[in-house]
């Protein structure tokens, strides 16, 4: 199973990564106005009291950058309030949000907002934003599970409509991916690389046994990740019945670069990928069975660690960047 749009995904499938995007960005901007408040505190204690004139330029600069900085964030979470009307179980999270951000707009108006207030202000919004963003999830993961389990007596090829939102009156597809963007395929071993990311010679890297990708392309692994991943993959047979499910694990430079430049800031930037190191592998993307909650992933969260297979905290459902297909080798 490639990470190719299944027909019919329509924009439901955009919405996890759109998630990602906005916390990516939020994140970000969290970040500036630490920055922000943070060069001001030290901007101030450089100068002192004794120069009370730079001192109070200086604040009055970083104000208005904390101040900018907070309508950046505000303007983030306002985007995912209105995205979310009417997808979360529970209104009150929005609700929550939609009182903080008036806090937040009040404080990032001119003159811009004390250091404290700066601070305080982008904790309460981010963690307000990160609950109405996680209750959406939620929301359409119930919504993908219904359609599974509406189609599953039926077709199992599906049949999407091709609408959106989840409130599907048509035939829904039996496991929508998660992933809508252009099919991007695992990488054979680098002739001649020099073993840095993504430049894995074929010495390095070792092919899973049981599978291929649609293209007939092995799947790559560092050699100690693929013989500890075949020794995790008897383990899920005895379980499941079928082999794990793979979808991308070596992937070389180019590919990566491709990657960023067609998904933007939701692919690692060249050379830091886990999967440029051999040591990552992603399951498919599919909610249905994958996805969080599903007995494969609790089975693989729980049993991958004795293997050495683990999930970085980054990728977990309340880390930076939740991608529940991925995980990675740390031996
Ligand atoms: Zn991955």
Redesign the pocket.
């Known amino acids: 199973m490639a990470v190719v749009a299944v027909v019919g995904g329509g924009a439901g499938a955009w919405a996890h990564v759109d998630h990602q995007e906005r916390e990516r960005a939020e994140q970000a901007a969290l970040v500036r106005v630490d920055d922000a408040v943070g060069s001001r505190d030290a901007d101030v204690a450089l100068w002192g009291a004794s120069d009370a004139t730079v001192g109070r330029a200086v604040t009055a600069t970083t104000r208005a950058e904390a101040g900018a900085a907070l309508a950046a964030l505000a303007e983030q979470a306002r985007a995912t309030l209105a995205a979310s009307e009417g997808k979360v179980a529970d209104d009150a999270t929005r609700q929550a949000l939609a009182a903080v951000l008036a806090e937040a707009d009040a404080a990032a108006a001119t003159p811009g907002p004390s250091a404290a207030t700066a601070r305080r202000v982008a904790a309460t919004l981010g963690a307000a934003h990160a609950t109405v963003a996680q209750a959406q999830v939620e929301w359409q993961q119930a919504q993908d599970a219904a359609a599974a389990r509406a189609a599953r007596p039926t077709t199992p090829s599906g049949g999407g409509t091709g609408s959106s939102g989840g409130t599907a009156t048509g035939t829904p597809p039996s496991c929508r991916t998660t992933y809508d963007g252009p099919p991007f395929y695992t990488s054979p071993a680098t002739d001649g690389g020099d073993g840095s990311n993504g430049k894995l010679p074929p010495s390095a890297l070792t092919a899973v046994s049981w599978d291929v990708d649609p293209r007939g392309t092995p799947y790559y692994l560092r050699n100690d990740a693929a013989a500890a991943l075949e020794r995790l993959n008897g383990a899920f047979r005895a379980r499941f019945g079928h082999d794990l499910d793979l979808d ?1 694990t070596y992937r070389d430079y180019a590919t990566q670069v491709a990657m960023r430049e067609a998904l933007g800031t939701i692919a690692a930037v060249p050379g830091t ?3 440029g190191t051999g040591l ?3 399951v498919p993307e599919l909610p249905c069975e994958y996805g969080w909650g599903t007995p494969q992933r609790d089975w693989l969260v729980a049993n991958g660690p004795s293997y050495g297979w683990v999930v970085p905290s980054w ?1 977990r459902q309340n880390g930076s960047n939740p ?1 529940y ?3 990675e080798y740390r031996g």
């Open positions: 991308l990928s886990s999967h990552a592998m992603d990728a991608e297909w991925h995980f």
